[in-house]
């Protein structure tokens, strides 16, 4: 347990605590709300490397150890054990989609997509694509959702592909390009834009 007067947590402690509570599958982070115990010195980089006191963080097991112990709240991301709550620095989001399965057509499509350290989420009403542009030089950035507010940014060589099989729709009154998943559709541009 934390207290005020203890020195901020190690990565190996949170390690262990996590290591205890994962036992192979996604610990229920969402039910912990364990005490603050300060910021640790990790950063996820936009391109989901996983960096401690600067240093990327070189064996796979353990970034995805702390993945599955992530947790989003108020704007900010932690690393959660039943125990501790420690603050990191996230430069976009936590994850990073380096691939997706298409499976139907249309509005029977299925989008799954596979994060860098191996989570899968099928894009749909729960799990929304998202497409942000850059106001100064129009560059999109896309997301999908993952888990319990956590998205993972599309890789360029997905996007690409993505944009292979995206449709031109209606959508809220206007005509729009964009994707189907889950029986939902997830608009990227307005069609006008494509020319």
Same mark, same amino acid.
């Given at each position: 347990? #934390?207290?005020?007067?203890?020195?901020?947590?190690? *990565?190996?402690?949170?390690?262990?605590?996590?290591?205890?509570?994962?036992?192979?599958?996604?610990?229920?982070?969402?039910?912990?709300?364990?005490?603050? #115990?300060?910021?640790?010195?990790?950063?996820?980089?936009?391109?989901?490397?996983?960096?401690?006191?600067?240093?990327?963080?070189?064996?796979?097991?353990?970034?995805?150890?702390?993945?599955?112990i992530?947790?989003?709240?108020?704007?900010?991301?932690?690393?959660?054990?039943?125990?501790?709550?420690?603050?990191?620095?996230?430069?976009?989001?936590?994850?990073?989609?380096?691939?997706f399965?298409?499976?139907?057509?249309?509005?029977?499509?299925l989008? @799954?997509? @596979?994060?860098?350290?191996?989570?899968?989420?099928? *894009?749909?009403p729960?799990?929304?694509?998202?497409?942000?542009?850059?106001?100064?030089?129009?560059?999109?950035?896309?997301y999908?959702?993952?888990?319990?507010?956590?998205?993972?940014?599309?890789?360029?060589?997905?996007?690409?592909?993505?944009?292979?099989?995206?449709?031109?729709?209606?959508?809220?009154?206007?005509?729009?390009?964009?994707?189907?998943?889950?029986?939902?559709f997830?608009?990227?541009?307005?069609? *006008?834009?494509?020319?």
């Amino acid at each position: 347990m #934390c207290a005020q007067n203890i020195v901020k947590p190690s *990565a190996d402690s949170l390690a262990q605590h996590a290591s205890q509570a994962a036992k192979g599958k996604l610990p229920p982070v969402h039910k912990w709300d364990p005490p603050y #115990c300060g910021d640790l010195d990790i950063r996820i980089a936009r391109d989901g490397t996983w960096y401690y006191l600067g240093t990327p963080i070189g064996r796979p097991e353990l970034v995805r150890l702390f993945s599955s112990i992530l947790k989003k709240e108020d704007g900010r991301h932690y690393l959660v054990t039943p125990v501790e709550k420690v603050g990191i620095t996230v430069d976009d989001a936590p994850f990073v989609a380096v691939d997706f399965e298409a499976e139907g057509e249309g509005r029977d499509q299925l989008l @799954t997509f @596979t994060t860098q350290v191996g989570d899968r989420s099928t *894009a749909g009403p729960d799990n929304p694509i998202r497409v942000e542009r850059d106001a100064q030089t129009g560059e999109p950035s896309p997301y999908v959702h993952v888990r319990a507010g956590l998205e993972a940014l599309i890789d360029r060589k997905s996007f690409y592909r993505l944009v292979e099989i995206g449709r031109h729709e209606e959508h809220d009154g206007a005509r729009w390009f964009g994707l189907w998943s889950g029986g939902a559709f997830f608009p990227i541009i307005p069609s *006008a834009e494509l020319g």
